[in-house]
């Protein structure tokens, strides 16, 4: 133990924080890191088809992982700079063809994620998974679940079936439940002429999609304000899923903190789910002035939401997913970066002594609630980062680039794109 670690740990200590409490509860929490990030969200089908459904990647940093071998090798570099438990989330584009069993989305199984399982199971990760209601030909004038094509309704519901069991099957073989989120792109440039019959039509496709009861399964929604060129109207509305999933005993709402106006705080919503729902799946990511997706910065709203999961006691429930995709820098370093912020969020949340400030709160001693809330953002927060990292054998500081600046000379930038 440093002499500087003990200094700060005693700081806490003095406001009655259990410091190695915290750095245990860290460590054991599991963070899924989406595999998306390292290349721009286009996946492995090879169909030339840009990445659609109203969310954009900008940027043509060199080194873009084009292929499976490649992405892994990418992921596996990230995490052995990010500290504690971590899984991989897996989109269905993501699906590995082997020896030419090339397979539509409708017709996807466990055998095209053996690979990733493997590489799960090499790496000491769970995984998440994500039916791909974007990027595809069946995609009709952006429409998907709620297409009055049905046609194209049936194909994307025999999608995310196929999904739901390809997630199971995940869960068996790992051990260990895997989050299946459906999200799709679904809704209109401009102002419709039908708002209901879209959601009607969507409703009844998750009803068929979700009938099935599959093991290890934790179905989820995530909704959404709106995506580039569906401004109007978005079928998946935050009170459409919400309203779903609060009928579907065992179904959960999907917060995406990019997903809702830019007033709105995620973090509020957290308490209100937690009176109704008993687990708390996450996109966190970093909106700007939309939903950007941009790298997770160690920022207020995102300590914020570190800390109501916390003090509801409620980290246990959630699970805690990344969703952001920057082409513009370093794609490796993209990973790290957010992660590790959103680590340092969570350890920052665990480090302050929510039963007093509460007792503050209850008792109306209001002033003293903000001098106290004030004073613990200025601890010394980096001496106990510093000691996690330690502990967990990845550096503490910023140089940790350097072994990814190490890798894109080596790797990246031999790739040639
Ligand atoms: C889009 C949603 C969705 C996607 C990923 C790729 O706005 O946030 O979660 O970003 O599934
Ligand atoms: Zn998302």
């Known amino acids: 133990m440093t002499e500087s670690y003990a200094m700060a740990r005693a700081r806490y200590e003095a406001f009655g924080v259990d410091v190695e409490k915290a750095l245990k509860t860290l460590s054991q929490k ?65 699906a590995i063809f082997e020896n030419g069993s090339a397979a539509d989305r409708d017709a996807l199984g466990p055998e095209h994620f053996a690979k990733w399982v493997a590489f799960a199971k090499q790496n000491g990760l769970g995984i998440d998974f994500n039916p791909t209601f974007f990027s595809h030909p069946m995609v009709k004038d952006g429409l998907t679940l709620s297409s009055p094509d049905d046609e194209v309704r049936a194909f994307w519901i025999r ?37 209901l019959g879209p959601r009607l039509r969507l409703k009844d496709s998750l009803d068929q999609i979700l009938k099935e009861d599959l093991p290890g399964v934790i179905d989820c929604v995530e909704s959404k304000v709106f995506g580039i060129g ?142 106290l809330q004030e004073e613990l953002k200025t601890l010394p927060f980096s001496e106990i980062w510093a000691q996690y990292c330690e502990q967990e054998g990845v550096p503490a500081d910023e140089s940790w680039f350097e072994a990814v600046r190490q890798y894109e000379a080596e790797v990246l930038k031999k790739r040639g794109n």
């Open 30 to 94: 599991p963070i899924s890191i989406h595999c998306w990030q390292g290349d721009d969200v286009l996946g492995f089908e090879n169909r030339g088809e840009a990445l659609s459904g109203g969310i954009q990647t900008t940027g043509n940093y060199p080194g873009r992982a084009r292929s499976p071998e490649e992405l892994m090798a990418d992921f596996q570099k990230a995490i052995s700079l990010i500290p504690g438990k971590k899984r991989i989330n897996l989109h269905a584009s993501y």
């Open 159 to 195: 999608h995310g079936i196929a999904c739901r069991r390809i997630s199971s099957a995940i869960a068996k073989e790992l051990g260990s439940e895997v989050l299946c989120n459906i999200w799709i792109p679904d809704g209109y440039k401009d102002v419709p002429a039908d708002r």
């Open 230 to 371: 569906v401004e109007a109207y978005t079928v998946g509305s935050n009170e459409f899923y919400l309203s779903y999933a609060a009928s579907h005993p065992g179904l959960y709402y999907l917060l995406d903190n990019g997903h809702f106006h830019p007033t709105e705080q995620v973090s509020d919503k957290i308490p209100s789910l937690l009176a109704f729902f008993d687990r708390i799946p996450l996109h966190v990511t970093r909106p700007m002035r939309w939903d950007s997706d941009h790298v997770v910065r160690f920022e207020d709203e995102i300590k914020e939401i570190a800390v109501e999961l916390v003090r509801t006691g409620a980290l246990e429930k959630a699970q805690i997913g990344l969703d952001y995709f920057d082409a513009s820098i370093n794609r490796v370093a993209a990973w790290v970066i957010g992660t590790r912020n959103l680590q340092k969020a969570l350890l920052f949340a665990l480090l302050q002594p929510h039963e007093k400030l509460k007792q503050l709160q209850d008792t109306s001693q209001f002033t003293e609630l903000l001098v």
